[in-house]
């Protein structure tokens, strides 16, 4: 499996975390990036390397699940 391969399974395994994370508690009301990783096995390092902040995470999270109502 090739470098870009593996980073983009990372980041989808990440944005798949924080997905059900925000679903489950929302933005403002408790989603914690910390608790999504723990839930997940996915080191904070690796989530700081593929997004910039929360907020970035949270705004791709609504963009793949617009995206994928859409497609349906």
Do not use: P, W
Not at 30 to 37: P, R
Not at 53 to 60: G, I, P, R
Request: hydrophobic content about 35%; aromatic content about 6%.
């Amino acid at each position: 499996m090739s470098q870009e391969e593996t980073s983009a399974q990372a980041r989808q395994h990440i944005l798949d975390a924080a997905i059900r994370e925000f679903s489950a508690k929302g933005y403002e009301s408790g989603a914690s990036l910390n608790t999504a990783c723990a839930e997940n096995g996915i080191s904070k390092g690796i989530v700081c390397h593929h997004f910039k902040d929360k907020n970035e995470l949270y705004l791709l999270c609504v963009e793949e699940c617009v995206d994928t109502l859409t497609d349906y």
